[in-house]
C-alpha cells in the first residue's frame, strides 16, 4: 500500500487543456514537493509546500497543499506537449517518501 | 541547485555479478541518498549516504546486498551485490541540504539478464 496515493495513474490530454492532479494521505506531513521527470533523466523539483492551505503558482502550474497537510494538488492551465512527464508527489515525514506518479501525455 | 553526474548510465549484466554506480556532485553537500525505481514503479528510498560514517538503510534494504561507500562531501558508490533480474531497475542518487529539498542526478539503468 502506497504511502502517498495519487491520481489519476495516466492522463492523455490535447494540448491547450486544463488538468488537475492528486497526490492523497491518511499521514501528515511536515512538508510536500512535487517534482517531474522525464524519460531518461532524474526528477525535478518543482515546488515544496510546508503550510496547511498554502498555494503556489509557476507559470502555468497551481500547487495547493491541504488544510490538515495530508493531500495535494497540481493544476496545469492550457497544457502544452513539454508539460508532458512523469508527476510525482513527495511527503517529509520520517523520511522521504514518494508517491507512485502520474504519467502525463500532452498531445500537440 | 547542484550538478550531479553518475556512472554509467546505463549498464546489461549477467545475473551473480556486481556492479558499482558512482555519483559525483560539484559542491559539497551533507547528504547524499540513493533511490530504486523499479519499471512504471515510484522512487524507493534504498539508504542514506553520510560522509565520516556507516550508510542508513531503510527497512528492505541491507549493507550486504547494497554497499554503500562516501569517502567525501562530493562523492558516493552504490553496489549492486550478487544481481538477479529482479534488481533491474534505475538507480538513482540525490543530494541535499536536507531531506526537503533534493537535487536527483540523472541515474543508472541496469538491466540484469
Known amino acids: 500500500t502506497q504511502l502517498l496515493e495519487q491520481s489519476p495513474q495516466f492522463l492523455s490530454i490535447q494540448e491547450g487543456e486544463n488538468l488537475t492532479v492528486y497526490c492523497n494521505s491518511s499521514s501528515v506531513f511536515s512538508s510536500l514537493q512535487w517534482y517531474r521527470q522525464e524519460p531518461g533523466e532524474g526528477p525535478v523539483l518543482l515546488v515544496t509546500?510546508?503550510?496547511?492551505?498554502e498555494v503556489k503558482k509557476l507559470k502555468r502550474l497551481t500547487f495547493q497543499f491541504g488544510d490538515a497537510r495530508k493531500d495535494s494538488s497540481l493544476h496545469i492551465t492550457a497544457a502544452q506537449p513539454g508539460d508532458t512527464g512523469l508527476y510525482l508527489c513527495a511527503g517529509v515525514d520520517y523520511g522521504m517518501r514518494f508517491g507512485a506518479g502520474t504519467r502525463l501525455t500532452v498531445k500537440p | 541547485s547542484a550538478v550531479i553526474s553518475q556512472k554509467p548510465s546505463r549498464d546489461i549484466c549477467q545475473r551473480g555479478t556486481s556492479l558499482t554506480i558512482q555519483c559525483q556532485v560539484d559542491s559539497q553537500v551533507t547528504m547524499m541518498f540513493w533511490y530504486r525505481q523499479q519499471p512504471g514503479q515510484s522512487l524507493t528510498l534504498i539508504a542514506t549516504a553520510n560522509q565520516g560514517s556507516e550508510a542508513t538503510y531503510e527497512s528492505g534494504f541491507v549493507i550486504d546486498k547494497f554497499p554503500i561507500s562516501r569517502p567525501n562531501l562530493t562523492f558516493s558508490t552504490l553496489t549492486v551485490s550478487n544481481m538477479s533480474p529482479e534488481d533491474s531497475s534505475i538507480y538513482l542518487c540525490?543530494?541535499?541540504?536536507?531531506?526537503?529539498?533534493?537535487?536527483f542526478g540523472p541515474g543508472t539503468r541496469l538491466l540484469v539478464l
Open positions: 509546500v510546508v503550510t496547511g492551505g
Open positions: 540525490s543530494v541535499g541540504l536536507n531531506q526537503e529539498t533534493q537535487y
